[in-house]
C-alpha cells in the first residue's frame, strides 16, 4: 500500500478585459500552498519520477491560469480562444505545461442546435467541459483523472476524449421543465505524432499535429434536465495506436519492442447530478475497454509469455482496460461559505503499480469574499492499493 496526504491553501480568482466592443479577454488562475506527507514510497519512485519519497514537502505554486478570448462575431456566430498553464509553467526552469485548449467558431440557430467547428473540448458526461473552470468548482483537486496538474502521474487521454473538432449539440423540450440533451462530436483517433529529431535517421522528421491513424473518432452524451437534477450516459469509439512499446524493465527477460497496431477503443461514461436544500450532488463512472482481434490477442500473449520471468507476472498484465469514478457532496452553508467531500478512484491494469487502483478521499472549506475570489482550505489523502514489493532492488 503506498499513501500520500496533501494539504492546500488556493486563491482562485477571474479577470475580465473588454479590448473592443467585441472581443472579451477573461481567465482565472489558481495559487496553492500545499504541504504533502508520505507514508511510504510512491509508485514513481522506482522509474525516478520522484527524488526522496519518504520526505515531507511545502510548495507554493500557480496550479493553473487559463487565459481565454471570446468574440461575437454576429447575432448567430461566436469564436472562442482558451489558452491553459498548469503547475508554475515556466520554459526557463522546464516546468509545468502551455497548452491550447480550445478555438474553435460557433453558430446557434437556436436552443436545438449549436455546431462548433475547429479544436474544442467536446462534451463527454458533465465534467469534461467543465474541468478547467475551477472557479466554479468545490475542490481544490479535482477528481484524479480531471485534474491537469496530475498529468505526468496519471494520463487522462485513455478515459476521456480531450479534443474534437466537430460538435453538434443542442436541448429539446420533453414536457414541463424537462429538456433532452443531445451531443455528437467528431475527432482525431487515440494517437497523435509529436515532433521529433532521431540523430540516427536525421533525413526523417515528423510534423507535430497529424494522427498517426487514418481512423477518426466519434462519440457523444444524451441526457435528461429535470430542474435540478441532471443525468446521462456517453460514449465514443475509435482506434488507438499500441506500438513500438521498449520493455526495458528488469521484470523480463529480455529488452523487448512491442506492437499490436491500431486496437479499437470504446469509452463509455455515466453522469448524474442533483441540487436540493443547498445540497449539490455530482457523480461519474467512465469505462474504456480495448477490443483485440484474434491476432492481436495472440501477439499480447505471446509477448508475456516470452518475456515475462517466470514467478513476476504480478508485475504484468494483458489486461489493457481502463476505469475511473467519483462522487462529490457540496454545501453551501451561505452565500460566501460552503463546504465538499469527494471520493474518486482511478485504475489502470496495465500498469504494475495501479493494477488494483488509486483511491483518492477529499474534503474542502471554501471562502468567496466577492463573486471573483474563491479561498479554499483542503484535506486529501490518495492510496495506491496492493503495489507489488519491487525484487530487483533500484531501477535505472
Known amino acids: 500500500m503506498r499513501a500520500f496526504v496533501t494539504a492546500c491553501v488556493l486563491l482562485s480568482t477571474c479577470f475580465m478585459y473588454s479590448a473592443t466592443a467585441q472581443v472579451d479577454i477573461y481567465g482565472f488562475f489558481q495559487n496553492q500552498f500545499k504541504y504533502a506527507t508520505y507514508s511510504d514510497e510512491t509508485i514513481f519512485s522506482e522509474y525516478g519520477g520522484i527524488s526522496n519519497p519518504n520526505d515531507d514537502r511545502t510548495t507554493f505554486a500557480m496550479q493553473q491560469l487559463n487565459v481565454m478570448m471570446r468574440t461575437q462575431l454576429n447575432d448567430d456566430f461566436s469564436s472562442f480562444i482558451n489558452i491553459e498553464m498548469t ?29 462548433k467547428g475547429g479544436m474544442l473540448i467536446p462534451t463527454f458526461n458533465q465534467m469534461n467541459t467543465q474541468k478547467n473552470k475551477t472557479p466554479l468548482l468545490p475542490w481544490t483537486i479535482r477528481p484524479l483523472v480531471y485534474e491537469t496538474s496530475l498529468n505526468s502521474a496519471i494520463n487522462s487521454e485513455p478515459l476521456l476524449p480531450l479534443t474534437a473538432f466537430f460538435e453538434a449539440s443542442g436541448a429539446l423540450s420533453i414536457g414541463g421543465d424537462a429538456d433532452f440533451e443531445y451531443a455528437v462530436h467528431l475527432g482525431n483517433s487515440g494517437n ?46 475509435d482506434h488507438q495506436p499500441i506500438y513500438g512499446w521498449e520493455y526495458e524493465s528488469p521484470a523480463v527477460s529480455t529488452d523487448a519492442t512491442f506492437s499490436l497496431g491500431n486496437v479499437q477503443r470504446m469509452r463509455i461514461g455515466a453522469d448524474l447530478s442533483y441540487s436540493i436544500a443547498g445540497f449539490s450532488f455530482l457523480g461519474e463512472f467512465i469505462l474504456a475497454t480495448y477490443s483485440l482481434d484474434a491476432d492481436q490477442e495472440a501477439a499480447l500473449e505471446e509477448y508475456y509469455q516470452a518475456n515475462i520471468i517466470p514467478g513476476n507476472s504480478e508485475w504484468a498484465s494483458n489486461d489493457l482496460d481502463r476505469m475511473t469514478y467519483f462522487a462529490s457532496l457540496a454545501y453551501d452553508i451561505d452565500e460566501q461559505w460552503y463546504v465538499a467531500g469527494m471520493y474518486s478512484f482511478f485504475q489502470n491494469k496495465s500498469f504494475y503499480a495501479t493494477k488494483e487502483g488509486i483511491t483518492g478521499l477529499s474534503f474542502d472549506i471554501g471562502y468567496r469574499p466577492i463573486d471573483q475570489v474563491v479561498i479554499r482550505a483542503s484535506y486529501a489523502r490518495f492510496e495506491v492499493l496492493e503495489v507489488p514489493t519491487w525484487p530487483f532492488g533500484n531501477y535505472e
Open 87 to 115: 503547475n508554475s509553467f515556466s520554459t526557463e526552469k522546464s516546468i509545468g505545461q502551455l497548452n491550447l485548449e480550445e478555438a474553435w467558431v460557433m453558430y446557434k440557430m437556436d436552443r436545438a442546435l449549436w455546431i
Open 192 to 237: 497523435v505524432y509529436k515532433g521529433d529529431y532521431d540523430p540516427e535517421t536525421p533525413s526523417i522528421t515528423r510534423p507535430d499535429g497529424p494522427d498517426s491513424t487514418s481512423y477518426m473518432e466519434f462519440g457523444g452524451r444524451l441526457g435528461i434536465t429535470a430542474g435540478d437534477l441532471k443525468i446521462g450516459v456517453s460514449g465514443t469509439m
